[in-house]
């Protein structure tokens, strides 16, 4: 079974540094994924043109978040 999306926990130091890596990852696993081959599917574009992201603004927070990541790996 395939997914069909993909949490990261990065840090930036504002949304312009966030959506400036947000399009080299983009960019990268695009074209690692279709130069190894691998079949993509019918879609045109492997990655949506938007992406969804929260703001970590404690430690507790961190943490909660840290754990669920962990708890939902593949």
Request: glycine content about 6%; overall charge positive.
């Given at each position: ?45 492997l ?25 939902h790996?593949?």
């Amino acid at each position: 079974m395939g997914f069909d999306h993909l949490h990261l926990l990065l840090e930036a130091k504002n949304r312009k540094c966030l959506a400036d890596m947000m399009r080299v990852i983009k960019a990268v696993t695009s074209w690692k994924l279709r130069k190894s081959g691998l079949h993509i599917g019918r879609k045109a574009h492997l990655w949506a043109r938007r992406y969804g992201y929260r703001e970590i603004l404690s430690s507790v927070d961190l943490e909660t978040v840290r754990s669920y990541l962990e708890r939902h790996q593949m």
